[in-house]
Every structure is written in C-alpha cells, then in structure tokens.
C-alpha cells in the first residue's frame, strides 16, 4: 500500500459510525485523506464512533441510506473521489425479524447510492459486502469470486443480491473504460477493538469476561475465516489505489480472506481471548431458538494475492491479542484513537512471517 497516496484525497465513508468504518475512518485520517461520513447514527452506547471521536476531524452526515435524497445531498456537499460503500444492516439475526428493512437498505440503499455516484466526480468506488454473500455448500475450500451467490437468510442473500446490482451497474455504467473504477470486496468475520453491536461474537466474548461470567456460545464448532479488522481494510485500500490507476483492470470482485492457520472454531477464539486476558476459559450453551447458521465457511483469496499482492500480516494469535490490548486500554479509560493509531502502525511496519507464506501456497 502506498501511504503516499491518500493525503490530500477526498474520500467518503459510508457506515463511518459502525466498526469496520470507524477503523477505516481512523486508518484514513492516519494517511492523511480529507474524510467524509454518511451513516445512521451509532446504534450502541458505548460506541467507537464517539471513543475514537471520529467527527472531530472529518464531515460526518447522519442520514439513511435508504432516503435518496440524503444520500445525493451528502454527494453534492462533500465531492467525493473516492468511496468506501460499507453502509449496511449487518447482523444475521436481526435480519430474520426485519427481513424488509434489511433488502431496503443493503440493496436498495447500494443502489441509492450507486445511483449518486453515477452522477457525480467519483473516480473510485469499492462497495463492500460479505463472504456470506456465497452460495455456502459447507466446502472444505475456500470460496472463489467465480462461484455461485446465494444466501440462506434474508442478510446473506440480501448481500448476494448487491453483488448482483454491483454487477449490473458496472455493466451498464461503471465499465472501467469510461475512466471510473467500481469493484466489490468480500470478507468476513472481522475481530477487533470498538465493537458493541448486538449478537456479535467479541462483545459478547469479552462483556462475559470483564464480569468473570461463562461466555453464551450460540455454535461452538462452527468454522470461520477469523482476521482483525485491519487485515480487510488493508486490502480495500490497495484495491482503491489500483482502481485509480487502471480501473478498466480491476473493476471486478475480490475477496480478502486470511491465511489457513486462522480458519478456527468459535470454541477456539473464545477460549483463546480468555486466556489472553488471563482468566479461565468458560464457555456456556446459548439459551433460546436459534435461526440457521452455516457450519464452515472460508474464503481463496488468491486473486487478491496475485493481481493486488496483498495477503495477511496479523496471523489469529496476534489478532487476537490486539482486542484484548484494545478493550484492556477502555477499562483502564485510555484515551482510545491512540490506541487505535499505535494498532494501525504496528500492523504497517508488520513483515509478513515467512512461515505465513509457505502455508498459504
């Protein structure tokens, strides 16, 4: 990545008061962007948006993706270069008890807002969306950006169908020959610092330690594609800086997924940050019904290593440790963008492990 890059450009966040864009925000300024938000605002108290005080320094709107009217106003008033499309009902479960609301923003909402970049000076969009926007026949292999869509819950399959209209548009409008670059990203499974949205592993994980009580553990077996927040973001970065500079090239899909040995159960992640915090591990089943939920899951991300040369830094040991430094330093009432910076720097100076590479081969 090039750090160079980014000063000075105009970029626009959407979701800047969620997780993964509170990171990409803080990641952003780090390098010396002009930064803008459009997002709802922070669904939690506590919440990272407000730790990390990430309007301090960038134009934050808070609208609804859903109204395109907002959306085209938040365009007009910022000019952006380049957007991050991260604006989503992101929560599996939450997806069951409002299936409308969630095709309305995570199709509908994608569309309000391809719809103001088509008319407006963006050069670069990269709309991020999941690896559980696959058709998941619980393969032992990774998942490639040639396999099917699909989606078993109204979240997944409403994330299979913005890679549709992702597509559709990049046909139509977005070809890359006209000058703009428009791709799609694909990861999952993020672990880091700051997150406190409902029915997700990590708060839950450690609001359990922090009171020395079982952690609930809804599917302990299940098998995910474990990686800290900063590895995606990592490649959504390098993708925009290709997009910019051959879009015709790189408009298309990829994935960001991590190595082989940080493909682990739920039961391994939880014992291993209770450990890391330096109390017993304990976990416990989750009371109650439980909506469908896959069983494994991974993704090859070899076309990003290839045409991008991006791969992982942090294997799932050192992730994991970095959320229990990040949630250690908000106990002890640390200021927290620092803390955010230091992680960011680290993970920049970071050599990838030679052992890494082999495996990943």
Same mark, same amino acid.
């Given at each position: 990545?090039?750090?160079?890059?980014?000063?000075?450009?105009?970029?626009?966040?959407?979701?800047?008061?969620?997780?993964?864009?509170?990171?990409?925000?803080?990641?952003?300024?780090?390098?010396?962007?002009?930064?803008?938000?459009?997002?709802?605002?922070?669904?939690?108290?506590?919440?990272?948006?407000?730790?990390?005080?990430?309007?301090?320094?960038?134009?934050?709107?808070? +609208?609804?993706? @859903?109204?395109?009217?907002? *959306?085209? #106003? =938040?365009?007009?008033?910022? %000019? &952006?270069?380049? !957007?991050?499309?991260?604006?989503?009902?992101?929560?599996?479960?939450?997806?069951?008890?409002?299936?409308?609301?969630?095709?309305?923003?995570?199709?509908?909402?994608?569309?309000?807002?391809?719809?103001?970049?088509?008319?407006?000076?963006?050069?670069?969009?990269?709309?991020?969306?999941?690896?559980?926007?696959?058709?998941?026949?619980?393969?032992?292999?990774?998942?490639?950006?040639?396999?099917?869509?699909?989606?078993?819950?109204?979240?997944?399959?409403?994330?299979?169908?913005?890679?549709?209209?992702?597509?559709?548009?990049?046909?139509?409008?977005?070809?890359?020959?006209?000058?703009?670059?428009?791709?799609?990203?694909?990861?999952?499974?993020?672990?880091?610092?700051?997150?406190? +949205?409902?029915? @997700?592993?990590?708060?839950? *994980?450690? #609001? =359990?330690?922090?009171?020395? %009580? &079982?952690?609930? !553990?809804?599917?302990?077996?299940?098998?995910?594609?474990?990686?800290?927040?900063?590895?995606?973001?990592?490649?959504?970065?390098?993708?925009?800086?290709?997009?910019?500079?051959?879009?015709?090239?790189?408009?298309?899909?990829?994935?960001?997924?991590?190595?082989?040995?940080?493909?682990?159960?739920?039961?391994?992640?939880?014992?291993?940050?209770?450990?890391?915090?330096?109390?017993?591990?304990?976990?416990?089943?989750?009371?109650?019904?439980?909506?469908?939920?896959?069983?494994?899951?991974?993704?090859?991300?070899?076309?990003?290593?290839?045409?991008?040369?991006?791969?992982?830094?942090?294997?799932?040991?050192?992730?994991?440790?970095?959320?229990?430094?990040?949630?250690?330093?908000?106990?002890?009432?640390?200021?927290?963008?620092? *803390?955010?910076?230091?992680?960011?720097?680290?993970?920049?100076?970071?050599?990838?492990?030679?052992?890494?590479?082999?495996?990943?081969?």
């Amino acid at each position: 990545m090039n750090a160079g890059f980014w000063a000075g450009k105009r970029v626009l966040v959407t979701g800047h008061t969620g997780f993964k864009g509170g990171w990409l925000v803080a990641w952003l300024r780090h390098l010396g962007a002009e930064v803008a938000g459009l997002a709802l605002p922070p669904a939690t108290t506590p919440n990272l948006f407000d730790l990390a005080q990430t309007e301090r320094d960038i134009v934050s709107v808070f +609208a609804d993706i @859903r109204d395109p009217a907002a *959306v085209k #106003a =938040a365009f007009d008033r910022f %000019q &952006p270069e380049i !957007v991050f499309h991260m604006a989503a009902q992101a929560i599996v479960r939450a997806s069951y008890e409002d299936p409308v609301g969630t095709y309305a923003t995570n199709v509908m909402g994608t569309v309000h807002v391809f719809e103001a970049v088509r008319n407006s000076g963006v050069r670069v969009l990269v709309n991020i969306t999941s690896d559980k926007c696959y058709d998941n026949k619980e393969w032992v292999w990774g998942y490639r950006e040639t396999d099917p869509l699909g989606g078993k819950d109204p979240y997944s399959n409403s994330k299979a169908c913005a890679e549709l209209v992702t597509q559709a548009y990049r046909s139509s409008f977005f070809s890359g020959t006209n000058g703009i670059g428009f791709a799609s990203a694909r990861a999952g499974n993020v672990i880091g610092g700051g997150d406190w +949205a409902q029915d @997700r592993l990590i708060p839950d *994980v450690i #609001a =359990a330690i922090r009171s020395r %009580q &079982p952690v609930p !553990v809804r599917n302990p077996e299940a098998v995910r594609p474990w990686q800290h927040v900063l590895e995606p973001l990592s490649g959504y970065l390098l993708l925009a800086e290709h997009l910019w500079q051959d879009p015709a090239a790189f408009s298309s899909e990829w994935n960001f997924g991590p190595d082989a040995d940080s493909v682990r159960t739920v039961r391994w992640l939880v014992d291993r940050l209770a450990v890391l915090w330096g109390v017993p591990p304990q976990q416990m089943p989750q009371p109650g019904q439980h909506p469908h939920e896959a069983q494994l899951l991974s993704l090859d991300s070899s076309k990003a290593r290839a045409h991008l040369g991006w791969a992982p830094r942090w294997g799932l040991d050192r992730a994991a440790s970095a959320v229990v430094e990040w949630y250690k330093a908000f106990e002890q009432g640390a200021a927290i963008r620092p *803390v955010m910076v230091d992680q960011i720097d680290a993970f920049m100076k970071t050599k990838r492990d030679q052992s890494m590479i082999r495996k990943s081969v």
